[in-house]
């Protein structure tokens, strides 16, 4: 039988409610239950909802509603968790150029791994990726999933800028900057892609409920290509139905 969560205080108007001690599918599944559950349950007070790796933030009015009826109303919610069909999930292609000014540190990877550079690309580009949660930044999406054979540490010294749209790895995580910032993850390459436009409705292009992300490699030629067309407004994205199994 499944371990009933915990329920954590986080400020006087959030609760956490942490399914487990460990990054993996499983419990963020937990997650994605929950987060769909007290989504439709449409609980009066309560105001958003923020899943992470493992556990899920609930933010509420306590003018609204008091936080013992909150945790009891999650508690009845939760008996049902199990029962829950999630919805189908998918996947978003996100086109990279990989290496060279794009990727300064895919040669650090591939000989921290005893790898060449195209074995590096081969395999980061081999794989869907669980988007486990947003962060960091606005759009930063943690992914997860990826091979042990290419992890490499952080950097030592962060960079000051690092810009949008540069694909890092970090440990055994992958992620996707989404706007100019500070970063120390090493940077492997880069897509065109606006992954998040405050302009654009929703702002964030993937979302830690339904998503993964799946690498393709591109040439320098079509990374400009595609950036042309996205600040012209004319690019999609290519998303299509998660093959399971």
Known sequence: ?????????????????????????????????????????DIPGVLELVPTYRSLYIYYDPLRIRLEDLKRKLR???????????PPQRVVEIPTVYGGEYGPDLDFVAKYNNLTPEEVVEIHTSTDYLVYMIGFTPGFAYLGGMSKRIAA????????????????IAGEQTGIYPIESPGGWRIIGRTPVKIF?????????????????RFVRISEEEFHRIKRLVE??????SIRPLREG
Do not use: H, W
């Open 76 to 86: 009845e919610l939760e008996r049902k968790a199990d029962e829950v069909e999630l």
């Open 197 to 213: 436009d405050p302009t654009r409705d929703p702002p964030v292009i993937l979302q830690p409920t339904s998503d993964y992300v």
């Open 1 to 41: 039988m499944r371990a009933q969560s915990r329920l954590l205080l986080a400020g006087d108007s959030c609760i956490a409610m942490e399914f487990g001690n460990e990054i993996s599918p499983e419990l963020n599944r937990m997650v994605r239950r929950m987060f769909f559950l007290v989504k439709q349950a």
């Open 232 to 237: 012209s407004g004319e690019y999609e994205v």
């Open 153 to 168: 540490p952080r950097l030592e010294t962060p960079r000051v800028r690092v810009p949008a749209g540069s694909v890092g």
